[in-house]
């Protein structure tokens, strides 16, 4: 499910802070973050006709978002 990140220095004269930050990069690229916070509450699945209702507001949603932007109010 998970890979592992390896991250090992340049140089044993590379800063703390820069091994950090290219270890903290290389973690945000992999997704473990989004993954692991989307996994750490349990949600009930929705039925069929729930998930088509929300796709409906969604794309109405979205088609009066880019129609304002068309218009310049936005």
Not at 15 to 21: P, S, T, V
Not at 38 to 65: C, N
């Amino acid at each position: 499910m998970l890979d592992m990140i390896t991250v090992t220095r340049k140089d044993s004269n590379e800063a703390n802070e820069n091994l950090i930050r290219r270890f903290s990069r290389k973690v945000q690229q992999s997704g473990v973050v989004a993954t692991v916070k989307s996994l750490q509450y349990f949600e009930k699945p929705i039925s069929k006709t729930e998930r088509r209702k929300k796709a409906i507001v969604r794309r109405a949603r979205k088609a009066e978002k880019t129609k304002r932007i068309r218009l310049g109010l936005r």
